[in-house]
């Protein structure tokens, strides 16, 4: 088993900035993909970045630009910056991890971009 515990999430107005962090622990052997999808009320949780461990990223064409994903393998943790916030991005944001075929979700951080 794989724990996801995400930190840094909160209420921050149009145009400012977040850092949300997830660190993994468990039985960590080959954590493949590291990233985060987001939910918001009444829509279908989307992926918004995952970075593969050789260093590949995915985003959401909406966050491109603003939102930077970074990994660190040594310490098993996934970094999401997210710039230019928009009210928009509003949402539940889920840490996510991939292991032998096996997906792992943290338990979400909320994120409240204001007007």
């Known amino acids: 088993q794989v724990q996801l515990v995400e930190s840094g999430g909160g209420l921050v107005q149009a145009g400012g900035s977040l850092r949300l962090s997830c660190a993994a622990s468990?039985?960590?052997?080959?954590?493949?993909?590291m990233g985060w999808y987001r939910q918001a009320p009444g829509k279908q949780r989307e992926l918004v970045a995952d970075?593969?461990?050789?260093?590949?990223?995915n985003y959401l064409g909406s966050v491109k630009g603003r939102f930077t994903i970074s990994r660190d393998n040594a310490k098993n943790t996934v970094h999401l910056q997210m710039n230019s916030l928009k009210p928009e991005d509003t949402a539940v944001y889920y840490c996510?991890?991939?292991?032998?075929?096996?997906?792992?979700w943290g338990q979400g951080t909320q994120v409240t971009v204001s007007s």
């Open positions: 468990g039985s960590i052997f080959s954590l493949t993909f």
């Open positions: 996510y991890t991939r292991q032998f075929g096996i997906s792992y």
């Open positions: 970075m593969a461990s050789g260093g590949d990223t």
